[in-house]
């Protein structure tokens, strides 16, 4: 570096001629414009705005000039390096966008080869999820859930129910007996008992419905299960009649499986009710149009499960009073009703654990 | 209940032409549900032909087929012979057969046509009787029209109509009936139902029977009821009529129109006395029972049996009798017959018997249903006696039989009758005739109320501003309170008229934290790639066995069914894991070999006492409720978990990961995290688990709820199961009860993070979970969460030594750490783990 310049020469710092400033800049500028990648550029910045480039060691003799000239030659020198370094900043933009480009479509990849699952799927059992779907329309409309137990004292069953013990209906129930036969247990034939246990721990007025597995002696087959699912609806109110039975079952066949489907009550026979219905669903497939259709059989209906008026001997074992207090209830299977809205048509697949039943439906039906 | 539409005929006025779907669909509106429909498969043409020639002919294949020409006389519209191929040998030309034309349907809906086949153009079928659902008589091939009918060919004429001839022109409806209406065991109580449902007049035979029936007399054969202990206070008999009649002919034939009403009502026609007594209880609904009169010494007497006596029944097996029989014996002593279930085989009609006692007599319900379970005897006279049979139409059951058996039989009748009638008439009602409107919400009028009920056959006397008395008929012995008669109103009137209200219920509370928690479990482990599933509760001493529980295991002890499906798993299950592993090798079986399962369900895990019964509309004292209560097991709802084969598998993207315990492990706490709970893990060596890879599940206040890990590589091998199955089991219902309660929210520190990484030299048999217990106790409050990530055996640290790294990781909700205080808060951490468990760093 030379030192200060004591005496004025100006021939000595010719670096400083606006004509070197300015082909100094050219240089730079096409040296610029020439690289073609990051590491050219990085070596062109080094060569014509680094600390040994031209421009840079001009500006250096700024300082030795006499206060006159140093003015003029260093808004010469500024604006020179301004224009290379506003050039390099662009090309650097640029490249860098470019190599960004590059790399982005250098790492495609073939989405599709995603399909290939790394972990097994799991899902929800569909008979669950019908359950849930049923009782979640149910509790929409505030009625609340009640259970209880699987394995279940007979008076729960039956004669809370008014099954008489020497009664046919008792017999038609294909009972699992529990050892030993004077235990007064069984597996309980139907989710009916919780409609006993839940008049006698909550009192009424009494809206619930019980969902859960039913038992009964019934070959495995493809339209039997020894164990099944059953939603039993019990309301106990001032004032129920068979009418509210009927627009509660409306409803509920309306919101599982389409606008029009609603039920027809037929008369039928059941102990712990009187009147006593079996209720029938609006064919769902010809909604009672085709007199050749599968489903229905020609008759536009499909027996969906029994209902009635709640007998007057049930009230009173639980307690309740039936010159006061009236009341609806109806059960129906679960399965069939999963059926109807899925087209499943083979019990024992709800009951086999193949992963593949599940996996047909995720986590909802 | 298979009621012949033409013997129904004899009783109501059904429309000529009706068919067997109608009368089902009205059968139905009433109550009685269709089960099927027999007869009426087919609708014509189907004649009479006689075949005119039949030419063999050779076919390519080797089959011969018969070109036959056949005379139907007119029924194909031209006259001449038609033209038709023929599969079946046994018959030749001049044989009268049945041929089908084009434009006829067989059963099962198969359309005639003619149709070109083998070089000809034919033009109907000559029929086989299976091709019209009839059963075979012997031809084994083409009916061969005068042997089948037992007439002359000259009597049948070439395009007559066959459907008649064949009984194929008759349908039968199969009705179901409900327990309740024991009435409509019978072509009568189906005619009256028939009547209610579309209006047609029905006629009562009884009504005619009884005004011709004898009063009873001295002389009729003596009948004493002598039933010393009565179930729940009714004789066992209240009705007995007997009836004699003698020098029947045992060889009469049956005539035709007897054996198809029989026939075509579901029973074997057998002979003339029994298709009788039969066709008395089709009819009527009063079973009949005919004894052989020389086999009987001295009166009658109903009796209840003596415990051990024994009698052999009509269908030859001896039977030890119950003290609760109720017996027909021979002077009391030698029994005849098991009062309404069956007879005894010494005093049954044979055919060589010619005087006949016929008894029509009413049994008690309870007594008949009783013998007739105890005995697993379901017979078609027990079947009704337990329904309840009318009590009024003994005498006229009687009357009928003896009428037939003198008109066919060519037997006398004796003059003497017995009629023992102590029969109580049914109690009126007490009615509120607004209760209908009350209970079923249509307005029905007093009028119309009235109406209804004595169309049901109820005597009703109004009383104005009060209740009604109504007294329900002799058939009817079902219709006892207020609501039976509700319904007779509600289903005559027609269900149809029941308008559809929405019921509005109180405001409820929604889904229990338990209900909620069982989805949200159930719907984290779905997400996690478990299927979930719901396996047959049932299982054995045997697999308790085979999952190594010991001798002494409680989750030996549950309930054992007394009629179980298979006597290979007769108990209620214990874990809902022991039930599951059947799906997992099924879905192995079917070639999966990467399976994540789960299932939530109920267990047996407690005693089961012994509840008592109360009667029907018995309200139970407290002190009988609660021991109703008590007997019942506790049967707390699991969830458990089964995993085998790859959780992360093989692919393009590189290796796979096998399930291991600690996916197992995971699974349990992930359970507890979905729930807001911190589930604690300690070793533990239970079955089924792998002893040394076993883990105990615990809650925060130590209780143990469950286990989890790998399963015993005995249990998978006595199983058939893979190695290295994971698994686990929680009780749901003690984390739910834990869990519920409203989370609390902690403020989250928003400082900077630190950590610092230890080795941790323990002895080998220190758990991780004891270090890091004492890692949390050490490091204080700023110690945010810890991770362990590597654990090292060898030369390094020495024999029965492990290293166990960790990085801990702190926090201050109130400053930035500096490196001084985390140093000393891992210093601390370390020196805690020192003085519980004896810890040296690693390389220190």
Known sequence: ?365 | MRVPIEWLREYVDVPAGATGLQVAADLVKIGLEEEAIHGGGITGPLVVGRVLTKEPEEQKNGKVINWCSVDVGDANGTGEPQGIVCGAHNFDAGDTVVVVLPGAVLPGGFAISARKTYGHLSAGMICAADELGLPDDGSHGIILLPQRLGVEASDLTPGQDALPLLGLDRETVEVNVTPDRGYCFSIRGVAREYGHSTGARFTDPVLDLNSRAPEANASGYPVRVDDDAPLRGNVGCDRYVARIVRGVDPAAPVPAWLSQAVTEAGMRSISLPVDITNYVMLGLGQPLHAFDLATLGEEIVVRRARAGEKITTLDDVERTLFAEDLLITDGGERPLAIAGVMGGAESEVSDTTSDILIEAAHFDPVSIARSARRHRLSSEASKRFERGVDPAIAAAAAQLAVDLLVEYGGGRVDDGVTDLDTVVPAAPIAFDPQQPTRLVGVSYTDDEVEATLTAVGCVVERVEGARWNVTAPSWRPDLTTGPDLVEEVARLRGYDQIPSILARPVAGRGLTASQRYRRTVANALAAQGLSEIISLPFVSDELHTKLRYGADDTRRSTVRLSNPLSDEAPLLRTSVLSTMLESLKRNIARGFKDVGLFELGLVVAGPAGTAPTERVGVHPTPEVLAAIRDAVPVQPRHVAWVMTGDGERKGWWGEGRSSDWSDAVATALGIGRVLGVQLEVAQADVAPFHPGRCAQIMLPDGSVIGHAGELHPKVLTTLGLPPRVVAGELDLDALSAFAERPGVAEPIATYPQAHSDVALVVDSGVTAAVVEDALHRGGGENLESLALFDIYEGEQVGEGKKSLAYRLFFRSPERTLTTEEVNVARDAAVREVDKAVGASLRGA
């Open chain 1, 1 to 365: 570096m030379s030192g200060p310049n004591t005496n004025y020469d100006p021939v000595e710092v010719s670096a400083l001629d606006p004509e070197v400033v300015e082909s100094n800049v050219t240089v730079a500028l096409s040296a610029i414009a020439a690289a073609n990648s990051l590491e050219e550029l990085k070596d062109a910045r080094l060569a014509h705005a680094g600390d040994k480039s031209p421009l840079a060691l001009a500006n250096r003799e700024i300082g030795a000039l006499p206060p006159t000239a140093k003015a003029e030659a260093g808004k010469r020198v500024g604006q020179a390096r301004g224009r290379v370094g506003q050039a390099i900043k662009e090309r650097q933009a640029e490249l860098e966008a470019e190599r960004d480009e590059r790399i982005l479509t250098e790492e495609a990849v073939d989405v599709t080869t995603a399909t290939t699952l790394r972990r097994p799927v799991g899902g929800r059992h569909p008979v669950e999820m019908m359950q849930q779907l049923m009782v979640d329309l149910m509790v929409g409309m505030g009625w609340e859930v009640a259970e209880g137990p699987e394995v279940e004292a007979e008076w729960f069953v039956f004669d809370a129910l008014n099954f008489d013990e020497d009664h046919p209906a008792r017999q038609m129930q294909d009972t699992f007996y529990l050892d030993p036969a004077d235990g007064g247990l069984v597996m309980r034939t139907h989710t009916s008992p919780v409609q006993a246990r839940s008049m006698l721990e909550r009192g009424v007025p009494l809206y619930i419905v019980a969902p859960g597995k039913a038992y009964r002696t019934d070959e495995l087959d493809a339209t039997h299960l020894p164990v099944f699912h059953q939603l039993e609806g019990l309301a106990v109110d001032k004032g129920i009649t068979m009418a509210h039975l009927k627009g509660t079952l409306d409803h509920l066949a309306t919101q599982l499986f389409g606008e029009g489907i609603t039920t027809r009550l037929r008369p039928n026979y059941f102990p712990f009710t009187e009147p006593s219905a079996e209720m029938d669903l609006r064919c769902f497939v010809c909604r009672g149009e085709d007199p050749a259709c599968r489903t229905c059989g020609g008759t536009g209906w499909i027996e969906w499960g029994g209902c009635g008026m709640v007998h007057e001997n049930v009230l009173r074992a639980c307690g309740v009073d039936p010159s006061e207090y009236s009341g609806f209830a109806f059960g129906m299977g679960v399965e069939r009703a999963l059926m109807f809205r899925t087209g499943a048509s083979d019990m024992r697949e709800m009951i086999e654990g193949d992963v593949r039943f599940d996996a047909q439906f995720g986590l909802e039906v």
